[in-house]
């Protein structure tokens, strides 16, 4: 069992053995003994004595149990190392003493032969790695050999009690024999065992002291096997099952060189300073590794410093005795599935203990726990009775089911029935909560629209008309071909919006964006009046006076040839508009350029797009606490107090002057005139004229606004396409600066198709959504009740079997021969079929008016390259530079 007793001296502040073997320095405290001082304890467990007597050595053995009264002794005195074992029913084995200096010399020698690129470039652990990668959660790594195998088998006992975690087991063995064990005591483990066994065979041929030949080599080799794994940025769990490491990681000076331990691993037991939770780390926790650079450099240096070492390593005893502090824990179940242990950094996770020793029989495991009295630990520090919590929340939720059954049951069925039906479509691998999420990088919008075109072509050129996606844990149905788009826009059974359009209920309400059924039929209908063709041209006016103030406004630029982004002009001018013209308020922002309803509107239109594409922030609380939430709320109030007050304003106008034709021209009737005169007539009520207006204003103003700016952004990058632009507008108005008619519109053939060009590859809505509310067949595909559609303009306008160049600006796209020739669905910016844009003839007078005025006086030229402006697909289709040009007078115009 233990090592035999040697007489024990101390000769000028070092330890010798009777065998002349110098030991070093007492570890970790402790003060020389004088020459001559003789101890009759055994050198290793001298060594402990030292340990246990100071309380200087803080690693804790998290696969061990640490009683909580009987074996408080051995926190204390340090008992001998037999009794110690025989205490906890020897469920270690004997780590006898390294006698001979020159044979862990040959042990370090030996180590040194293995390079670090024959693991890393070998082909087998090349295969091994790639599918520790492929793991969709971080692995656990445990190295192990025939000497540890009773510590490996004591963790993987307490790793059983922490759900999926065994499942995430990667064990790699030094010999047969350990693999064989392992695999006996635990079947379950799913991934194959890598056994290093012809590595060490080829390093000791004859098979001598294979004991501690492996013992002492497997410190090295994990070291190289972690550096390794670094290298290819994977990150895993690991377990460490020695004291060799400690010395070595003092003498590398961590503190100074490594100083943020964030950068490296976070640690199971982690309450100390940085300093000491980093080595609590190399001395025996479990601990989780970061794929990055800097963890290589660390397990590179760490691997030379342990080549070096020349001291036989302490007593595995030292970790179940040298932490005074810690406490007895059980980690409960309901704590791992709260605060996701066993998945990235934590800090103040409990120490998990070993219930294998000290069972009676026909115990069961939580048996043994309640005699013990143990306890555990929550986040906060304070401790609570675990069974009592666990009955506790047993009684809740067996409540909450027997109370919601029905619900729970109807969710259940409706949901299975639709997963039923869309796993007969076509679509990516999902995973379980992320969904389909981890093909894009839903952190940077500025790449997701080039992902999600990647992702839909692939699929169209499979001939794939639906493609079923998951967003999160939420089914969709992607709709990527226009003969299925035209069945769903043209459906009257499919116009109900999709539940994404929640976020911008309290904004625009349930207007004629986001109504649905009975209500939006009325309103489509009542409001369709507004847009006919002759109110419209009333409006050439409001466009032909804004436009004029938009080009004073960018003068200066001319002028100067400054660079200058126009969104925020074009932005001004498109609210100054849609104020004047639908409610007839003058709100002259494009002298105010701190109008804060533009600013607020923005804010909007980001948060709510995160809101929509973040699962997460539809959480209520997480909503607010991110932040999110209050600040949605405050732009929010600032939106509908200045929609709000011009409401109020022109009610009380139209009350005193009883809006009529004998009392006020028609020619100043507005979108806001008809909506007060439907509220005289009481078919409209405060908050139905408030959610139109809302909706109108902005739809608008920010979709007009980019769709322009896009336009501009297009034809500065395209000097001939200007030209004949510039040819157009001449034929038309001939250098005049007379102000624009209804047939001057009409004749601007090219310039309407520079704009539906820009629209075909920039529209200004994302997507359309919609939810089935009964079961369809659409193209013969059986589409059942409560699943969601999801049609992406951009997916149809920019398919390479549509269209030949789809990402070449190209306005001949649109000429009468091309238009003919593919299917009228392929370019749906403004939506079609009933629910189609109720002011796409307002927005194009608007964009016609104002562009050809703009190239009646200046031209345009951009130096930032036409691909570097990226889309960000907020609720509004925006640039992720907006539009940098310069611009510069005609000189036969100036």
């Not at 990235?344 to 000290?358: A, C, S």
């Not at 729970?408 to 990516?428: A, E, Q, T, V």
């Not at 070449?808 to 009228?824: G, L, Q, T």
Request: aromatic share 14%.
């Amino acid at each position: 069992m233990c090592a035999p007793k040697d007489t024990f001296y101390w000769t000028d502040g070092q330890a010798t053995g009777t065998d002349g073997f110098a030991w070093g320095p007492p570890l970790h405290g402790g003060p020389p003994q004088p020459d001559g001082a003789v101890n009759s304890w055994g050198a290793q467990d001298c060594a402990q004595q030292y340990l246990f007597a100071n309380g200087a050595f803080l690693p804790a053995w998290p696969g061990f149990v640490h009683g909580q009264i009987d074996d408080q002794w051995c926190l204390d005195t340090g008992g001998p190392r037999n009794k110690i074992q025989n205490y906890f029913q020897s469920i270690f084995t004997d780590y006898r003493v390294f006698r001979q200096k020159d044979f862990l010399l040959t042990l370090n020698d030996l180590s040194a032969q293995i390079p670090f690129e024959d693991i890393h470039e070998d082909y087998e652990f090349d295969e091994f790695a790639n599918n520790l990668k492929a793991m969709p959660k971080a692995p656990y790594l445990i190295l192990y050999d025939s000497s540890n195998i009773d510590v490996v088998l004591n963790h993987v006992c307490n790793l059983q009690f922490i759900p999926n975690t065994l499942q995430r087991l990667v064990a790699v063995a030094f010999d047969e024999k350990s693999e064989m064990i392992l695999r006996k005591n635990y079947p379950e483990i799913p991934n194959v065992l890598i056994n290093l066994k012809p590595i060490v065979d080829s390093m000791d041929p004859k098979k001598q002291n294979r004991g501690y030949l492996v013992y002492t080599l497997a410190l090295v080799v994990h070291a190289k096997i972690c550096a390794s794994l670094a290298a290819r940025g994977i990150d895993f769990w690991s377990m460490h099952q020695d004291t060799l490491w400690t010395q070595n990681f003092d003498m590398m000076n961590v503190e100074d060189r490594y100083p943020d331990a964030n950068m490296l691993f976070d640690t199971i037991g982690n309450e100390n300073p940085s300093y000491d939770r980093m080595r609590d780390w190399v001395c025996g926790a479990t601990f989780f590794v970061r794929g990055n650079p800097t963890t290589f450099q660390f397990f590179r240096q760490l691997e030379s410093y342990m080549l070096s070492y020349q001291s036989p390593d302490s007593s595995i005893m030292t970790y179940l005795c040298g932490h005074h502090h810690y406490k007895c824990e059980f980690l409960p179940q309901w704590m791992v599935s709260s605060f996701n242990y066993f998945e990235g950094p934590r800090e103040n996770v409990p120490v998990l203990i070993q219930l294998d020793g000290g069972k009676k029989p026909g115990e069961s495991k939580m048996d043994v726990l309640k005699r013990g009295h143990f306890v555990f630990r929550n986040q906060n520090g304070t401790y609570k009775n675990e069974m009592q919590f666990l009955n506790l929340t047993i009684v809740f939720v067996l409540g909450l089911l027997i109370f919601y059954y029905k619900s729970i049951y109807n969710s259940i069925r409706d949901r299975l029935r639709i997963y039923h039906f869309l796993s007969k479509f076509d679509g990516p691998l999902a995973f379980p909560l992320v969904g389909n999420l981890y093909l894009v990088n839903i952190f940077d919008i500025s790449k997701l629209v080039d992902q999600v075109l990647h992702l839909a072509w692939y699929y169209c050129k499979k001939g794939c008309g639906i493609v079923r996606l998951w967003i999160g844990p939420v089914p969709m149905l992607a709709i990527v071909n226009p003969i299925y788009a035209k069945e769903i826009l043209e459906s009257n059974e499919v116009i109900t919006k999709a539940d994404e359009y929640e976020i911008l209920f309290p904004w625009l309400g349930t207007g004629l964006l986001t109504s649905t059924g009975d209500k939006w039929r009325q309103r489509r209908k009542m409001l369709t009046p507004a847009f006919h063709f002759k109110v419209l041209n009333d409006f050439l006016s409001v466009h032909d006076y804004q436009a004029k103030v938009f080009l004073d406004q960018v003068k200066q630029f001319a002028d100067s040839g400054d660079e200058v982004d126009l969104f925020p002009y074009i932005k001004r001018m498109a609210l100054d508009i849609i104020c004047e013209t639908s409610m007839g308020a003058t709100v002259d922002a494009q002298n105010n350029h701190d109008h804060q309803y533009v600013e607020s509107v923005r804010r909007l239109s980001e948060i709510a797009f995160l809101w929509i594409i973040y699962p997460w922030l539809k959480i209520k609380p997480i909503w607010y606490l991110s932040g999110y939430g209050a600040e949605y709320d405050r732009h929010l109030e600032i939106v509908l107090d200045f929609t709000k007050n011009v409401i109020e304003e022109k009610w009380t106008e139209y009350q005193q002057y009883q809006l009529g034709a004998e009392k006020k021209d028609k020619r100043s009737m507005v979108f806001l005139d008809l909506l007060l005169q439907l509220r005289s007539e009481g078919l409209m009520n405060e908050e139905d004229i408030r959610e139109e207006v809302d909706t109108f204003m902005f739809e608008g103003h920010d979709t007009t606004a980019a769709s322009m700016g896009w336009t501009l952004w297009c034809i500065a990058h395209n000097p001939d396409i200007q030209e004949k632009v510039i040819e157009e507008v001449d034929r038309i108005f001939g250098g005049s600066d007379r102000d624009c008619t209804n047939e001057d519109l009409k004749q601007m053939k090219y310039l309407e198709k520079c704009i539906k060009e820009s629209l075909r590859m920039f529209p200004p809505v994302p997507f359309f959504g919609r939810k089935v509310e009964k079961d369809v067949v659409i193209h013969g595909n059986f589409l059942p009740k409560g699943v969601r559609i999801i049609l992406v303009p951009l997916v149809l306008q920019r398919n390479p079997l549509l269209f030949e160049n789809p990402n070449v600006y190209d306005p001949e796209n649109f000429s009468e021969e091309k238009m003919s020739s593919r299917h009228a669905y392929s370019d749906v910016p403004f939506s079609a079929g009933p629910r189609n844009c109720i002011g796409q003839k307002f927005a194009m007078m608007e964009e016609k008016a104002v562009i050809s005025w703009f190239f009646r006086k200046y031209r345009i030229s951009a130096n930032v390259a036409f691909e570097d402006n990226k889309i960000l697909p907020e609720i509004i289709m925006k640039s992720s530079l907006g539009f940098p040009v310069t611009i510069t007078h005609r000189m036969d115009n100036k």
